[in-house]
């Protein structure tokens, strides 16, 4: 199946996303803020990359600017909170590939993964 990157500062959604991927066949690696995210994707080039928005040392949309600025065909698809409209549209304007609002079904995760992919 594919590589995933989880990038979010919550422990227990990277566990809880990662259980459900590692469930689904799919291998996944964890960065717990944006800065690192950047780092880990240039390293282990995964085929997708979950990004959390609001994030401390570097945010998702900064994150999400240089992994498409190192790699332009990077899929990244964005996990918001309810009430980051503009900040969805700005990613979505930068190259994000969809976006899942939190807290989220399992299904639509897998669902924008699948969406990336194809």
Known sequence: MAKILIVDDAEFLRLRIS?????G?????????????????KSAKPDVVLMDITMPEMDGLAALKEIRAADPNARVVML???????VVIEAVKNGAKDFVVKPFQPERVLAAIDKALA
């Open 25 to 41: 066949g799919h291998e996944v690696i964890e960065a717990d803020n944006g800065a690192k995210g950047v780092s880990i994707y």
């Open 80 to 86: 918001t909170a309810l009430g980051q409209e503009s």
């Open 19 to 23: 259980k459900m991927l590692i469930g």
